[in-house]
């Protein structure tokens, strides 16, 4: 025992003068001034490019800004538009601002904006069902939009970090591949360098319309394991650590000079199925392994009291969530669907159908601590029930399920209702053609409800219709909720001005300031 404890922290140490020495190179090739002031964060997911119309570091960096964004209660409040509105759900006006001018010194214009959103549109398909414009018209400061049908939530589908506004002339100038690494967004911060999977430099636009940023200079960093994270938060490195995992933070709150904050979010940690795997194609096995997925122990044991139990993609606590039961792990109910799916226990207590073992290829990924952790869980207790589980760790989990079909599932995170709404999620993980749905999920009767609600204007139509939605994705398990998790961030005691937010997108803002 005490060899393993020796090799533990022999461990440590080295990850601690990896840490340092990382920390000293930084210092070393970022030359800072002594008198600006500098914030460093880590982010847990690396960013191979800074295209704002398929990735969110952008955003999160400060570099660009949307039309409309979320206010601290998930309400929508104009941003680069002032004031938006509409008769009929179909044909909408934007005004856009008169004050904003982007990075370069070009002034926003309602034709900018156009340009950019079809840019959007061009670069990530799955826009186009999420926006539906049929056309766009730009006179000055003011941008007409027509949706392809009475579209109600347009304005919260232009929330979406993905619409971020950018000057498209710019990227004329630079070249597509130059731009997409230094693009010319709004924000308060502009690209200084940027270095693939490993981080960003950023430093503050001077002339940001809605007033000169606090910090001089920020340095954002990818790294996806967790403990290296918190490593780097306890060594002083960074000032501000997301996604950290839950063991680590009692030696966190220890320190006099650092503090965490674990703020309720509007995030699903869940279990997706692979409609493409015969494995899981049939229903009595995706309910089998619902049965199979211990939510109580993955709230109490890996989050650690960081999150609760999940009885749907939507906390119960939203006015949209559903009031089910949670469901408890049964495995003999487990067991006996199986047989319903024409399984049976062979000699070693193995399910099994025409000779074959029951094996599946679960995915995870490491970028959300809890993610790895909650495989293991269900791979443990599906044993139970004679369901053997592989678990494969990859890279990026987006590419892997996208790219391949030989998986049958996999732990995922999404942020359910980032924008006080369920049709975000519906639109993009469950609908056809989702830009999150990697499961290939297809059911025609929640189709239906989703394209009912698209259509609805109505908040307490709206409200039942996504109840609605939300039990036919549990009747069917297209997905298995396991928890709703808190945001884990800890900071450095000398950033001020800044907490983390529920919706996730707004994290480097000219507001916050550092001692």
């Known amino acids: 025992m005490n060899y393993y404890k020796k090799l533990i922290a022999c461990a440590l140490c080295f990850i601690l003068i990896m840490v340092a020495g990382c920390s000293t190179t930084q210092t070393s090739t970022s030359k800072q001034n002594d008198t600006e002031k500098k914030v460093t ?54 005004t856009i601002r008169d004050d904003v001018t982007f990075q370069n010194g070009k002034k926003l214009d309602a034709e900018s904006v156009k340009q950019s959103l079809e840019r959007s549109v061009e670069v990530n398909e799955s ?19 027509q949706t392809t049908e009475p579209y109600p939530a347009l304005p919260s589908e232009l929330v979406n970090p993905y619409t971020s506004i950018v000057d498209t002339e710019a990227e004329e ?37 809605a007033g000169k940023p606090k910090v001089d200079y920020a340095i954002i960093k990818f790294n996806e394991d967790a403990n290296v994270r918190a490593l780097a938060l306890q060594s002083k490195e960074a000032d501000v650590v997301y996604n950290l995992p839950a063991e680590s933070l009692k030696a966190i709150e220890k320190e006099n000079e650092l503090s965490v904050e674990s703020v309720p979010g509007l995030r699903a940690h869940f279990i997706l199925y692979n409609s493409q795997s015969q494995k899981v194609s049939d229903v009595k096995v995706r309910e089998a ?48 669907l ?29 970028a959300r601590p809890e993610l790895p952790l909650i495989a293991q869980l269900m791979q443990s207790d599906a044993a139970k029930a004679g369901v053997t589980i592989e678990i ?13 079909k030989d998986w049958d599932l996999g732990t995922y995170s999404n942020n359910t209702s980032p924008r006080g709404d369920g049709s975000y999620f519906f639109n993009t993980a469950l609908s056809e053609h989702g830009a999150l749905n990697v499961g290939k999920v297809n059911i025609p009767e929640l ?69």
Do not use: C
Request: net charge positive; no cysteine; glycine share 6%.
């Open 289 to 336: 392994l619902d049965l199979l997925l211990d939510r109580k122990s993955v709230a109490k044991e890996i989050m650690l009291g960081h999150g609760v139990p999940a009885n749907g993609p939507f906390n119960s606590n939203l006015p949209f969530g559903i009031d089910d039961e949670v469901k408890e792990m049964n495995v003999e109910k487990a067991k006996n």
């Open 173 to 209: 100038k630079a070249g597509k591949e130059e731009f997409r690494n230094n693009p010319i967004g709004t924000g308060p911060f502009t690209v200084k360098k940027f270095k693939a999977n490993q981080q960003v430099e950023v430093e503050k636009n001077k002339d940001y319309w």
């Open 127 to 145: 826009l186009g069902e999420s926006l539906k414009i049929k056309s766009m018209q730009a006179d000055g400061q003011i941008l007409k939009i």
């Open 392 to 404: 494969k760790n990859v890279e990026n989990a987006d590419t892997h399920l996208t790219e391949n």
């Open 447 to 515: 189709n239906e409800v989703i394209k009912k609600l698209n259509a609805t204007s109505d908040l307490e139509k709206r409200t039942k219709l996504t109840q609605q939605a939300a039990r036919i994705i549990n009747q069917e398990v297209a997905h298995s909720y396991a928890v709703y998790p808190n945001i884990i961030v800890g900071m450095n005691k000398r950033v001020l001005n800044w907490k983390p937010t529920a919706e996730e997108y707004y994290i480097l803002t000219h507001t916050l300031d550092v001692k």
């Open 41 to 94: 964060m880590i982010f847990s997911f690396k960013a191979a490019n800074l295209d704002p119309h398929t990735g969110f570091t952008p955003i999160r960096a400060g570099i660009t800004e949307t039309l409309l964004k979320l206010d601290k209660k998930s309400n929508i409040e104009g941003w680069l538009a002032e004031k938006w509105e509409t008769t009929d759900n179909r044909e909408w006006t934007f």
């Open 338 to 366: 199986l047989r319903k799916a024409g399984y049976t226990e062979n000699a070693d207590g193995k399910m099994e159908k025409d000779g074959k073992p029951l094996t599946l290829e679960l995915i995870t990924y490491k």
